[in-house]
DNA sequence: TCAGCAAGTTAGATATGTCTAACCCTTCTA
DNA sequence: TAGAAGGGTTAGACATATCTAACTTGCTGA
């Protein structure tokens, strides 16, 4: 990832879903490096996560979603899936469809959220 | 408006240029008005803005729109415009899309903002 | 004429998020 | 075994935008 900074907690909360998804146990330095972003930004972060109760952190400092942490994060990644997928539907190369769903995703609420489903599942897209 | 706030130096200049159109002198408070922000919060965002030789103001406070200013002022509006039209069009109801477009604006680039463009000229939106 | 109000500004505080510098721990290795 | 390397955290600073409090200035009305 680059450029364009100024992370909010769901940015935080679906790299590490995504992390998981890879299977591997996901550490601090994971999410810097999928960031972009130096470790006491994520140190930081991670704090907060922790108490909003959204990540939890072992002993080893492996980190783990909680129920709450996973549903925001599945919820926000579907969210990024759906603009990523309408922008590129409108001629929007990839790279920049994905890098400006990261920044949308945070703009939309619920009822666009599903509108934009509907839009999708209604087209074939 | 109201809810969200964190304005950038785009929506002051969109809020200003909407004054203008309504025939009035613009002063700060409209501006204030406009925006739902403090005083304060205007005086250091127009304060910006004259750094960037965005805007002007004449001895009794009036404000106008530099050259520069004016044509952000525009394209910043017609992101606005096309944006929610696009919402609009897959069903997001008028209020929420103008509210989420003010967002949205910030997040795309001029490739994402011409392909919206032609999108709604091919669909005839 | 003087009090009061409207408009604009400055100062100081809050809230986010990021960065560098510095420090603590633990593990690996020469 | 001592030092390097990797991972994590805290402290302090910067940038952005907002707010409340307080001050200045100018106009208006009794």
Same mark, same amino acid.
Request: one cysteine or more; aromatic letters at 6%; charged letters at 35%.
């Given at each position: 990832?680059?450029?364009?900074?100024?992370?909010?907690? =769901?940015?935080?909360?679906?790299?590490?879903?995504?992390?998981?998804?890879s299977g591997k146990n996901v550490r601090a330095v994971d999410i810097a490096d999928a960031l972009d972003v130096t470790k006491p930004s994520v140190s930081v972060a991670l704090k907060?996560?922790?108490?909003? =109760?959204?990540?939890?952190?072992?002993?080893?400092?492996?980190?783990?979603l909680t129920e709450k942490g996973s549903t925001l994060a599945v919820k926000t990644t579907n969210k990024h899936r759906i603009i990523t997928k309408l922008l590129t539907g409108i001629g929007v190369n990839n790279k920049t469809a994905a890098e400006e769903a990261c920044l949308i995703e945070h703009a939309i609420g619920e009822e666009t959220y599903e509108r934009m489903e509907e839009y999708c599942k209604n087209n074939n897209m």
């Open positions: 990832m680059k450029k364009k900074k100024g992370n909010s907690s =769901e940015d935080y909360l679906k790299a590490i879903l995504n992390l998981q998804k907060k996560l922790k108490a909003k =109760e959204m990540i939890c952190q072992d002993a080893n400092g492996f980190i783990g």
